[in-house]
């Protein structure tokens, strides 16, 4: 992949423009769906599903297949490929670690190669592969399109012969609630939805400590700034469910029907709804209130340390975890050395390097305790299970009620 | 555009004076337009009249549940909202647009091309980049909010002005080429048997021009309810367009039939537009205007 995303622009401007230049660089690679904010679902991604959509109408529906009857060992005594297609968010991994992969024994051997092709939302990825995408070995969905997938057949069982190093995984992170066998994936990495706000402007009178009470700080601070809720059907209705108390994917119609009448009552005291850019806008103090997750978070409050004015709090009760995963498509034409790859991000070594470039925490006890200090004992970065223990994986269980939440969703937005 | 309203008539005599042009010279563009066009749109309807089966899935049937399901107070009011929005964002552009091509095309001589270049430089850049320039512009913590008080980021206004100056370009060249090619002699010859110049300039210059307006007009208006990233970036993604509606059926309900649904219904909507147009540019032509 030819990378041209360090392309210098020379502007002649007063020096003084500087800063207004580098805002305006920093929004438009957010909105690209550059580093910034890895999980940024919008436009860009918009427009390729879109002409996903169009381009295999014929095999919409297509991507089931016979996966779930093939035995465990399948592939047992057959040889490394030579080619390795990972589908993955841009800039998801370390550039040494496709490199140190590639100088392993046995694929230097077999004269393996990786490429790697991005997507940008869960969307794409589920468009791209419903209409009859193949030829990928690795994709990273996030739980709820694992779920979709499994469901949909779209998914190879893994053969964990080939994955010794899953021992070094957390076993509490083995099974999930969207991979109950846990054969299907194994975690790439987690974070939570939390929330901040600007102390030196809104000023509770008691401490927020759940996502309830952000949601009731809105309509009495929104006079004051800025305020921001996160965007997607699949963010904004199951986090305000779990506000509530219900569960994140509850399908009962009263508890929907009470769901959207909170967020409708909250309304009117949010300025946006939007998932990407309000690291930036936070960082430089536009923002007063707003929900945030975890990795997002880390990076506002150390931009924002000298000011030492925002206020992060990881909420008791329910909120949401969310994970992305490796898995193999059903039709992958490379699995061994997809096996091979997930066995190679196993490595405690291999974990250490990734986290440190994405910051976000691998659950390999071996490689977290390489980590720094400050980054280790961190909550915001190593959530503690008191907190996660409360949380829930937000998924696509059917398709009415992820039609549901969308039209829930839009009426909020529309209101 | 303007070509549609001087396409040739067919003579009844049997005789032609009209030039002959090979037909395969329509082939390229026919091509095209049926690929790339007509292809899609095709796609796209039968998805409105299937129905959903599993996750963007579709199961091909023909029912008309998609429509019934557009019929709904949430999408109706959409709708509105963005047609109303489009139509403001339109007059507005008339507004500002209209007077701005007139005194090019009438007091500038020199610098007429200059002035034309000035508008449509703008238009070599990104067409995101410009509506982030316009957010820092808008900004609480800009110029605009912080001197004069003027705070209307992540409202209506700022979608309102976003459209504005993203289409003005659009609507000033047809009026500009119209305003361009009038005779103003005709100007001066009202003057002389007595009209005022209010009186000269409606009867005789809007008159003249008026194709230009209604076809720069529609060329905004169009593209303005179709629009995706303005009421995203200006709106704060809380003031919706029917475009937003149906990226959301797509992307997050993943739910196809019912987002090329929507597609269909705003394009019917649309083209109810289209149709006024074209009785009113077959008119035009009938006056020999």
Same mark, same amino acid.
């Given at each position: 992949?030819?990378?041209?995303?360090?392309?210098?622009?020379?502007?002649?401007?007063?020096?003084?423009?500087?800063?207004?230049?580098?805002?305006?660089?920093?929004?438009?690679?957010?909105? %690209?769906?550059?580093?910034?904010?890895?999980?940024?679902?919008?436009?860009?991604?918009?427009?390729?599903?879109?002409?996903?959509?169009?381009?295999?109408?014929?095999?919409?529906?297509?991507?089931?297949?016979?996966?779930?009857?093939?035995? %465990?060992?399948?592939? *047992?005594?057959?040889?490394?490929?030579?080619?390795?297609?990972?589908?993955?968010?841009?800039?998801?991994?370390?550039?040494?670690?496709? *490199?140190?992969?590639?100088?392993?024994?046995?694929?230097?051997?077999?004269?393996?190669?990786?490429?790697?092709?991005?997507?940008?939302?869960?969307?794409?990825?589920?468009?791209?592969?419903?209409?009859?995408?193949?030829?990928?070995?690795?994709?990273?969905?996030?739980?709820?399109?694992?779920?979709?997938?499994?469901?949909?057949?779209?998914?190879?069982?893994?053969?964990?012969?080939? @994955?010794?190093? @899953?021992?070094?995984?957390?076993? *509490?992170?083995?099974?999930?609630?969207?991979?109950?066998?846990?054969?299907?994936?194994?975690?790439?990495?987690?974070?939570?939805?939390?929330?901040?706000?600007?102390?030196?402007?809104?000023?509770?009178?008691?401490?927020?400590?759940?996502? *309830?009470?952000?949601?009731?700080?809105?309509?009495?601070?929104?006079?004051?700034?800025?305020?921001?809720?996160?965007?997607?059907?699949?963010?904004?209705?199951?986090?305000?469910?779990?506000?509530?108390?219900?569960? %994140?994917?509850?399908?009962?119609?009263? $508890?929907?029907?009470?769901?959207?009448?909170?967020?409708?009552?909250?309304?009117?005291?949010?300025?946006?709804?939007?998932?990407?850019?309000?690291?930036?806008?936070?960082?430089?103090?536009?923002?007063?209130?707003?929900?945030?997750?975890?990795?997002?978070?880390?990076?506002?409050?150390?931009?924002?340390?000298?000011?030492?004015?925002?206020?992060?709090?990881?909420?008791? $009760?329910?909120?949401?975890?969310?994970?992305?995963?490796?898995?193999?498509?059903?039709?992958?034409?490379?699995?061994?050395?997809?096996?091979?790859?997930?066995?190679?991000?196993? #490595?405690?070594?291999?974990?250490?390097? #990734?986290?440190?470039?994405?910051?976000?925490?691998?659950? @390999?006890?071996?490689?977290?305790?390489?980590?720094?200090? #400050?980054?280790?004992?961190?909550?915001?970065?190593?959530?503690?299970?008191?907190?996660?223990?409360?949380?829930?994986?937000?998924?696509?269980?059917?398709?009415?009620?992820?039609?549901?939440?969308?039209? @829930?969703?839009?009426?909020?937005?529309?209101? | 555009?303007?070509?549609?309203? &001087?396409?040739? !008539?067919?003579?009844?005599?049997?005789?032609?004076?009209?030039?002959?042009?090979? !037909?395969?010279?329509?082939?390229?563009?026919?091509?095209?337009?049926?690929?790339?066009?007509?292809?899609?749109?095709?796609?796209?309807?039968?998805?409105?009249?299937?129905?959903?089966?599993?996750?963007?899935?579709?199961?091909?049937?023909?029912?008309?549940?998609?429509?019934?399901?557009?019929?709904?107070?949430?999408?109706?009011?959409?709708?509105?909202?963005?047609?109303?929005?489009?139509?403001?964002?339109?007059?507005?552009?008339?507004?500002?647009?209209?007077?701005?091509?007139?005194?090019?095309?009438?007091?500038?001589?020199?610098?007429?091309?200059?002035?034309?270049?000035?508008? +449509?430089?703008?238009?070599?850049?990104?067409?995101?980049?410009?509506?982030?320039?316009?957010?820092?512009?808008?900004?609480?913590?800009?110029?605009?909010?912080?001197?004069?008080?003027?705070?209307?980021?992540?409202? !209506?206004?700022?979608?309102?002005? =976003?459209?504005?100056?993203?289409?003005?370009?659009?609507?000033?060249?047809?009026?500009?080429?119209?305003?361009?090619?009038?005779?103003?002699?005709?100007?001066?010859?009202?003057?002389?048997? =007595?009209?005022?110049?209010?009186?000269?300039?409606?009867?005789?210059?809007?008159?003249?021009?008026?194709?230009?307006?209604?076809?720069?007009?529609?060329?905004?208006? +169009?593209?303005?309810?179709?629009?995706?990233?303005?009421?995203?970036?200006?709106?704060?993604?809380?003031?919706?367009?029917?475009?937003?509606?149906?990226?959301? &059926?797509? =992307?997050?309900?993943?739910?196809?039939?019912?987002?090329?649904?929507?597609?269909?219904?705003?394009?019917?909507?649309?083209?109810?537009?289209?149709?006024?147009?074209?009785?009113?540019?077959?008119?035009?032509?009938?006056? =020999?205007?």
């Amino acid at each position: 992949m030819k990378d041209d995303r360090n392309e210098h622009l020379n502007i002649l401007a007063p020096r003084s423009m500087r800063p207004k230049f580098d805002y305006l660089h920093r929004e438009v690679q957010d909105l %690209a769906g550059m580093r910034v904010n890895r999980r940024a679902a919008l436009g860009i991604g918009g427009l390729a599903l879109l002409a996903a959509a169009c381009g295999g109408s014929t095999n919409a529906g297509g991507g089931g297949g016979g996966a779930a009857s093939q035995p %465990a060992d399948a592939l *047992k005594g057959k040889p490394l490929e030579d080619q390795l297609v990972i589908y993955n968010w841009s800039e998801y991994d370390d550039p040494s670690t496709y *490199k140190k992969f590639e100088e392993l024994p046995a694929e230097s051997a077999a004269g393996l190669k990786t490429h790697e092709t991005y997507y940008s939302s869960n969307d794409e990825l589920l468009a791209k592969l419903h209409a009859g995408g193949t030829g990928y070995d690795i994709v990273v969905p996030s739980q709820n399109a694992v779920g979709e997938l499994i469901q949909e057949g779209g998914l190879m069982k893994l053969d964990f012969n080939l @994955i010794p190093n @899953i021992k070094n995984l957390d076993p *509490k992170f083995r099974k999930a609630s969207f991979d109950p066998t846990g054969e299907f994936h194994v975690i790439k990495d987690f974070g939570i939805t939390m929330f901040f706000y600007q102390n030196t402007v809104v000023k509770p009178s008691t401490e927020p400590k759940t996502m *309830k009470d952000f949601y009731n700080l809105l309509n009495a601070n929104v006079s004051k700034g800025r305020t921001n809720v996160l965007d997607g059907a699949e963010e904004v209705v199951p986090l305000a469910a779990m506000a509530l108390g219900y569960s %994140a994917n509850t399908d009962d119609q009263a $508890e929907l029907d009470d769901t959207q009448k909170f967020l409708l009552s909250i309304r009117k005291g949010v300025t946006t709804i939007s998932s990407f850019g309000y690291i930036n806008d936070a960082s430089a103090g536009k923002i007063i209130l707003s929900q945030g997750w975890n990795g997002d978070v880390r990076r506002i409050l150390k931009a924002r340390k000298k000011e030492g004015d925002i206020t992060a709090v990881l909420p008791t $009760e329910k909120s949401e975890v969310w994970a992305d995963s490796w898995c193999v498509p059903a039709t992958a034409p490379h699995p061994v050395a997809a096996h091979a790859w997930i066995n190679w991000l196993l #490595e405690p070594t291999t974990a250490v390097t #990734e986290m440190e470039y994405h910051s976000y925490p691998i659950p @390999i006890p071996a490689a977290l305790d390489q980590m720094p200090a #400050e980054t280790k004992n961190d909550p915001i970065f190593n959530v503690p299970s008191t907190y996660t223990d409360n949380y829930e994986y937000i998924l696509n269980p059917n398709p009415q009620l992820v039609n549901a939440r969308t039209k @829930i969703y839009q009426q909020f937005k529309a209101a | 555009m303007a070509a549609v309203a &001087t396409a040739v !008539k067919p003579r009844k005599s049997g005789r032609s004076f009209a030039p002959k042009y090979p !037909k395969w010279l329509t082939l390229p563009s026919l091509l095209y337009y049926s690929i790339f066009f007509l292809g899609p749109m095709a796609i796209l309807a039968v998805f409105s009249v299937s129905i959903q089966s599993g996750f963007g899935s579709v199961e091909y049937t023909f029912s008309t549940s998609q429509f019934a399901q557009v019929n709904d107070s949430l999408y109706i009011t959409v709708f509105e909202r963005t047609l109303l929005m489009a139509a403001t964002g339109s007059l507005l552009t008339i507004a500002v647009g209209y007077p701005l091509a007139y005194w090019m095309a009438r007091y500038l001589s020199t610098y007429k091309m200059l002035a034309l270049l000035v508008i +449509i430089v703008p238009f070599w850049t990104s067409f995101l980049i410009r509506t982030y320039a316009l957010k820092i512009i808008l900004d609480s913590h800009g110029y605009l909010a912080q001197d004069l008080g003027i705070n209307i980021l992540y409202t !209506k206004y700022a979608v309102g002005i =976003g459209l504005v100056y993203n289409y003005l370009p659009l609507f000033i060249l047809p009026v500009f080429a119209s305003l361009e090619r009038m005779d103003w002699t005709l100007i001066e010859a009202a003057t002389d048997l =007595g009209a005022k110049p209010f009186t000269a300039f409606k009867d005789i210059t809007l008159r003249l021009t008026m194709p230009g307006v209604v076809t720069g007009g529609l060329l905004v208006f +169009i593209p303005m309810c179709g629009e995706y990233i303005i009421p995203n970036i200006l709106g704060g993604g809380k003031f919706e367009f029917v475009g937003n509606i149906i990226g959301d &059926t797509f =992307g997050d309900a993943q739910n196809w039939p019912f987002g090329s649904a929507l597609s269909i219904s705003l394009m019917a909507a649309l083209s109810v537009f289209v149709v006024i147009y074209i009785m009113f540019a077959t008119r035009e032509e009938q006056f =020999g205007a």
